[in-house]
Structure formats: C-alpha cells, structure tokens
C-alpha cells in the first residue's frame, strides 16, 4: 500500500509541475500589457516603462517562473496588481465562499446522484427507471446558468423566498450564509447529478449481472441485501471516478455561477482579474484551482484501493 501511495504521489508532483509551466507560459503569452491596463491609455510610455520595472515583468521569462514558484513554496504570492493587497489574502477571503459552495454542490450531487441510480438499477426497465432516466437526459442538457436563471424567476421574483443574489456573510449566521448559497448550489448540481445518476445506474446493472451476484441470490440473500452488501462496493469504482472530476467541474463552474448570483467568491475574482488584467491572482487562482483538481484525483485513487485491493496490486 505505501509503494502504490508513493507512486501516485510523485504522479501528483510531476502533474503539478506541469500545470505550471503550462499555466505560466500561457498566461505570459496573452496579449497586452498589465502595467498599461492600470496607467490607463493616455499614460506615458516613461510611466508604463516605470511600472513595468516596478511590477517585475521585465524580467527574463525564467526568472520570472522561478519567484513565483518559490513564492508557492513560501505561502508568498505576491501582491495584486490591481488591489494592492496580497494575494494570499485575497484569494483565502473569497475560499471562505467558494468552497462551501462547492462542498454543497457536491453533497447534493451524491445524494440525488446515487439515490437515483440505485433506484433505477434496482427497477430496470420499469416505469420508475423509465421516467428517472428521461428526467436524467434533460438535467444533462440544462445550461447550469440558465438553470440558475429559472431558480432566481421562480424563487426571488416570484415567490420572495429566496435572496435573488449576493452572500449574506458567515458573520451575520450560518443559516443565513447557507441561504445565500442554496439556489447556486442547486444550479450547480443538477447537471452534475444527472451525469453521475447514470453513471451509477450503468455500473450497478453492470456489476448485477456478475455471477457471484447469482450466487449469493442462490444461497437465499434478498436482492435487496445482495445490491447493499455486495453489489454497491463492487460499483463504486466507476461512480468514485466521475465524483473526482465532478468536483473539479463545480470548482470551475462556480465561475460562471457566481457571476450570475454577484457571489463575492474565488470565481468572481478569477473573472473580474482576467478584466482587470490581474495577471497575479489570475496565474495563483488557476493553479490553486489544478492543485485542487490534482490532489482529488490522488485522493481518488487512494481510495480505490482500498474500496479494490486488487489494483493497488496491479499498479505495483
């Protein structure tokens, strides 16, 4: 087991060492000058030259990567171009959001996700199957921010129940805090649950037709108890995979959805730094978000190994 985690964690760091160069390379490849943003068009190219210098983007491209990478190692990201303040902060103040938003996201992804799959696998071919697979086919081709438009119509507009947008803040209560974040959260959700819904259909009806599920149906086990003791373990390889790489989804979708619903969260900064040609908290935001993305996969695959002995043995 320590080899095969060894293994998958050098993976980790050769992966995050490449996304990176890469995030580096491309975001220094833009076009366009951040110290000419911030002067404003009629600036004096002596005065664009003089923030130049003082930003540091005259510097060789390598020296360049190298001071931001030492300052990941460090917890020192610099400061924003545009807000004056350290990026570290920034990016930690928006977290507080973004990340519950995300957790919720995911937990309701899990629970529709996995309640309907189950239930569909366990009535194949019936009219619960039929039905919860057609609601399935619409959830994936709902656009989550068109989604999130309807949910702001029917309850902020028409029913008052809900804040059409905004983040009431943890300081004020939690519940009010986990208000603010429940329509994004649905919008989030419902494309993703779909997706893992029949995913989870496919693997449970997959792992159904083995033959110890026959056999432990031969010595007198209810179907009922073979599908919890027996098949659900068996299927969670394939649902655990698609889990993995939801969770980066909802990370990158928050992009989209915390504009739509004016959430003060990491999304939003990413978009109004790209505006701003915050190049700073652009290049911190996105490789925090592929650190996130990396480190689930990781965890993931640890997991498998556990839920499947056999592959930690395959890998070696």
Known sequence: MSVFIFRRFLTLMATLVG????????LDALPGNAAQMLMGADASPDAVRALTVKLGLDQPLFYRYVHWIRGLLTGDLGN??????????????????????????????????LTAGIYTAANHNKFGDVGVMSLTQFGMALPNFWFAILLILLFSVKLQWLSAGGFAGWDESIIAGIKSLLL????LSVVQAAILARVTRSAVLEVLREDFVRTARAKGLSK???????????????????????????????????????????????????????????????????????????VVDVLYAFIDPRIKVHSL
């Open 19 to 26: 996304a990176s160069l890469i995030i580096f390379l491309v």
């Open 224 to 298: 009922r108890d073979v599908l919890w003791q027996h098949v659900l373990r068996n299927a969670m390889i394939p649902v655990m995979t698609v889990m993995g790489l939801q969770f980066a989804n909802l990370l990158a979708g928050t992009i989209v959805i915390e504009n739509v619903f004016y959430l003060p969260g990491l999304g939003r900064l990413i978009f109004q730094s790209i505006a701003n040609r915050d190049l700073i908290v652009v290049r911190n935001c996105v490789m925090l978000l592929a650190t996130m993305v990396v480190i689930v996969n990781f």
């Open 184 to 187: 994004p959260a649905i919008s």
């Open 80 to 113: 924003s171009y545009v807000y004056g303040t350290p990026v570290a902060g920034l990016i930690a103040e928006r977290l507080t959001l973004t990340m519950p938003l995300a957790i919720m996201s995911m937990s309701m992804t899990v629970v529709l996700a």
